[in-house]
């Protein structure tokens, strides 16, 4: 399907002869992060083949992004507890009265919980959210949906093992890996930003996450630590917020680096894509946090887009977007000795060269015109 105006989209949806897929979320623009990436890139690419109608949560400052899209979205308010029953009531009485409804894909299985239908159901899973003790409260919660529906669609190989793990149907489940949209030109405005930024840094090493132990920010700054000796221009850039902001500043005080370490958080998605740019190295040797774990790891394909190569922990579903030797290395993110070793293989002879190129060319098998194709043969 082409783009439409909204006239012409509900004009087709009201003469009742088109598939109708409802999206059900928790997580779309104009907020900002993966999953709502994830979300977006997924109802954009479904538009493209059927009719589709969004229910999200309720964003400040949604009406600019809404008016821009296709597709019809409806916005939830409420408190965040009352936003998940008011929003399975809004679904279940549209489906009553839509009968070319044929698919409802979730981005969670809370968003499932309480929307009673027998049309097809196809949950999203990403690992973190299914991450309970087998026979806990919340794993038989997860059971009790995810056993229930038509099709699982897990990000990675990691992601499928782990929910087969938690007593999750194996049968259900299909991999799926996240897509993402085409890059866009970047301004030489905001190319100048990122230069000035990085002015005399090199080599130049990137992360873009929360701040978060899971995402193991600080044994990448041990790693520079070390590094710097070696490389005494070399600078980490940390893009993001979190709890560990204020944890991860006294480390770099600490570690005596705050010259090699940069924070930046609030800053425009385009002057992050041009510091991604003008990197040599995108780092998340992601670990097992608690019950937190990186089920796939879209922000290394991001990077790759950009013929930049990436390191990856080895726990979690980051080898479904990193070939290891090829586009990137996967290391252990809780030893130290494997993230310096890794970082410095990259850097020596720049071979980051090399691997940045192979890393571009893999970044278009994920691209959402190839990605959709996976999601056709279900819908």
């Known amino acids: ?66 008016e821009k899209v296709s597709f019809s979205i409806e916005r939830i308010k409420g408190f965040k507890l009352f ?41 999203l899973i990403h690992s973190k959210e299914i991450n309970h003790d087998n026979g806990s409260n919340l794993n038989k919660r997860v059971l009790k949906v995810l056993n229930n529906v038509n099709i699982i669609i897990a990000n990675s190989e990691f992601t499928k093992n782990l929910a087969i793990e938690r007593g999750i149907n194996s ?44 995402k193991n920010h600080a044994k990448v700054m041990m790693s520079i630590r070390n590094l710097k000796t070696k490389y005494p221009n070399i600078i980490y850039t940390c893009i993001g917020y979190g709890e560990e902001e204020e944890k991860l500043k006294r480390l770099c005080r600490e570690l005596i680096i705050e010259d090699q370490v940069l924070f930046l958080k609030g800053i425009s998605e385009e002057l992050k894509n041009a510091l991604i740019s003008k990197s040599d190295i995108f780092i998340m040797p992601s670990i097992i946090h608690e019950k937190s774990v990186e089920g796939f790891g879209i922000s290394f394909i991001e990077a790759a887009q950009y013929g930049i190569p990436s390191i990856g922990g080895k726990d979690g579903g980051a080898s479904d977007a990193i070939i290891h030797e090829k586009t990137g290395l996967i290391c252990d993110g809780n030893n130290l000795d494997e993230i310096y070793n890794a970082i410095n293989k990259l850097l020596e002879n720049k071979t980051y060269i090399e691997y940045g190129e192979a890393a571009k060319e893999n970044s278009k098998k994920f691209h959402w015109s190839k990605i959709i194709e996976n999601y056709k043969r279900i819908l």
């Open 171 to 214: 049968n259900l489940i299909k991999v799926i890996n996240p897509g993402v949209d085409d890059i866009k030109e970047i301004s030489k405005q905001n190319l100048k930003k990122a230069d000035d930024l990085l002015i005399n840094k090199s080599p130049k090493l990137i992360t873009v996450s929360r701040f978060d132990k899971r």
């Open 1 to 66: 399907m082409g783009l439409k105006s909204k006239f012409q989209v509900w004009a087709v949806i009201l003469s009742g002869n088109n598939i109708m897929n409802l999206i059900v979320t928790r997580t779309f623009p104009p907020t900002i992060g993966g999953m709502q990436n994830l979300m977006w890139g997924l109802a954009n690419a479904v538009s493209k083949i059927d009719l589709v109608k969004v229910y999200a949560d309720y964003e400040l400052n949604h009406d600019s992004f809404d």
């Open 83 to 123: 936003q998940k029953y008011r929003k399975a009531y809004l679904v279940n009485e549209y489906l009553k009265s839509n009968k070319n409804v044929k698919n409802i894909i979730a981005d969670h299985w809370k968003s499932l919980e309480h929307i009673k239908t027998n049309k097809n159901k196809i949950c």
